[in-house]
């Protein structure tokens, strides 16, 4: 059995890829934008060449379709590059810093 706070969400709770917005549309959106963006650009910057598999929201959508379909808000990421910003930078919003503010707080 589970304490409340961690019990496992409920299907009708959870939210399908295709109802945050990655339905066919993005799918083909995608794919257009990696053939045009072939390697991640975080492995690129450290002078690896890693094919890219994954659009990343440079700054995540949370559900704003403006952002979500704002190119310039995309860059081509490896699985592994994707996942480590989903889980540092992209999970803690209130903790990253703004663009122009002093990182010495």
């Known amino acids: 059995m589970y304490c ?14 295709a109802e945050k917005g990655y339905g066919s549309r ?3 959106a995608r794919a257009v934008y ?34 979500f379909w704002d190119r310039e808000n995309w860059q081509a990421l490896c699985k592994s590059c994707h996942d480590t910003k989903t ?5 803690y919003e209130e903790y990253r810093y703004r663009e122009g503010r002093s990182k010495s707080l």
């Open 4 to 17: 409340e706070e961690h019990q496992p969400l409920h299907r009708h709770d959870v939210k399908t890829t």
């Open 34 to 67: 990696l053939q045009s963006h072939p390697l991640c650009v975080r492995c690129l910057a450290r002078g690896r060449y890693v094919k890219a598999t994954v659009v990343d929201h440079i700054t995540p959508h949370r559900g704003d379709q403006k952002l």
């Open 87 to 91: 889980m540092t930078e992209d999970r």
């Open 26 to 28: 993005w799918r083909k």
